[in-house]
């Protein structure tokens, strides 16, 4: 009797996800609890193991296509592996990144958006490095592969024989003005829902401010390498951003807080989401009771989320359930922005890039290296004198970082 091959729950309020990549391939034997299909949700990307050992007989569901939770995507014959055949221990050690790796066929285990990309610009896949679980072959892959052939510099033409008309450069093809129709990733459509979700069902307001970064600078400079010696991780700005913003928390209850119904429901924790940018996109891991959280730890936390960002590896725990959120857009260049709440949360804290300005500082100007913040929030619930003395309560904290350490 075969075995139906079924979409797991990938969370709670997702109902459907798209079918990745088959890591096994029709008639392919495959072992109890190994790894079939990779399916992609809003939130992370799922390998969805064999329940029983057995061959792939039956692909329901290609690569591409929407699948709901609980959907029979493929079906498996019940069976001992065939006689004669080894069982594939090639990856037993292998590291997460690498060059791109093979499979028995002698090519790298290539993604379909990355497969696609390899068609559209003539590449081998085994010139592209591989950075994905396993040593698969990423979409992000390719297109950071494309990006440095882009910006690689360019052999020198060979000069004209003296005499010789100079050679005239071909003349560009005429635009062809196609367009491409590429359906919207999990991540992305539900980006756009939530988005939209935000602006309707939550009375959004913005406030700013400024923060002289001077002291916080200094600190990071006076304990750079006993900091990495004691650690083994940088001191960067965030921590101080995120100790800061437990703080104001603390003092402000209301921005920490969540509207359910008509009550108000107040977290005496704070699990911290912080917006990092991963292979799908921007995530927002959690930093969970961040309150006890030394700056190290906070560094170290974040450092984690980020790579394994990168490598699709967050776990679902991992991005969801925060009190409030941490997005930092100057490390893209941002100077100022209004960022959007994560619903249900009640606040997002919004961090820019560091410029240095003239200030006014008893009586003199001064130059000095000044960072704008912003922090929206929902107006049903945080008033607006909450918000304003909230933000000047996190600009204390990093304008005189040993506030916070002294607790005053």
């Not at 309020?13 to 034997?29: A, F, H, K, R």
């Not at 497969?115 to 610009?121: F, G, P, Q, V, W």
């Not at 009586?363 to 933000?391: C, K, S």
């Amino acid at each position: 009797m075969s075995i139906d091959l079924k979409v797991p729950p990938v969370g709670e309020s997702v109902t459907e996800v798209i079918i990745g990549e088959w890591l096994v391939q029709p008639g392919d034997y495959v072992e109890e609890d190994a790894p079939v299909v990779v399916v992609e949700s809003d939130k992370v990307n799922l390998e969805v193991p064999a329940p029983k050992s057995g061959v792939l007989a039956e692909v329901l569901k290609s690569a591409g296509e929407t699948a709901t939770i609980g959907e029979v995507v493929g079906r498996l014959e019940p069976g001992e592996r065939p006689a004669g055949e080894k069982a594939d221990d090639s990856t037993a050690d292998e590291p997460a990144e690498t060059d791109a790796q093979t499979q028995s066929g002698g090519e790298p285990r290539v993604t379909p958006a990355a497969r696609r990309l390899l068609s559209e610009n003539g590449l081998d896949a085994s010139n592209v490095k591989a950075t994905g679980p396993g040593g698969r072959l990423l979409k992000e892959d390719v297109l950071r592969h494309l990006e440095n052939k882009a910006s690689a510099p360019k052999a020198a033409a060979p000069k004209a024989a003296a005499g010789a008309p100079a050679e005239l450069p071909a003349p560009r093809p005429a635009g062809d003005r196609t367009t491409e129709r590429v359906r919207m990733s999990p991540l992305r459509r539900t980006v756009a829902r939530r988005l939209v979700e935000a602006q309707q069902n939550a009375a959004l307001l913005t406030t700013f401010n400024e923060i002289d970064m001077s002291a916080v600078m200094d600190l990071r400079k006076v304990h750079r390498e006993s900091f990495i010696e004691r650690y083994d991780i940088k001191l960067g700005f965030m921590s101080f951003f995120v100790k800061a913003v437990v703080e104001a928390l603390k003092q402000f209850p209301a921005v920490n807080a969540r509207i359910d119904g008509d009550e108000i429901v107040y977290h005496h924790y704070f699990d911290i989401g912080v917006a990092v940018g991963g292979g799908r996109g921007l995530v927002v891991p959690v930093i969970r009771n961040a309150e006890r959280l030394s700056f190290a730890e906070v560094e170290q936390t974040i450092s984690d989320f980020g790579r394994r960002a990168r490598d699709n590896k967050l776990k679902l725990d991992e991005l969801t359930g925060g009190t409030f959120s941490i997005t930092n857009g100057g490390v893209y260049g941002s100077l100022l922005s209004t960022p959007i709440v994560n619903p249900p949360q009640s606040g997002i804290l919004g961090m820019h890039g560091i410029q240095e300005r003239p200030i006014a500082v008893d009586g003199q100007v001064v130059i000095r290296p000044m960072m704008y913040v912003a922090l929206t929030y929902d107006h049903r619930i945080v008033d607006g004198r909450e918000a304003v003395t909230f933000l000047k309560r996190i600009k204390e904290c990093v304008e005189s970082p040993v506030r916070m350490l002294l607790e005053v």
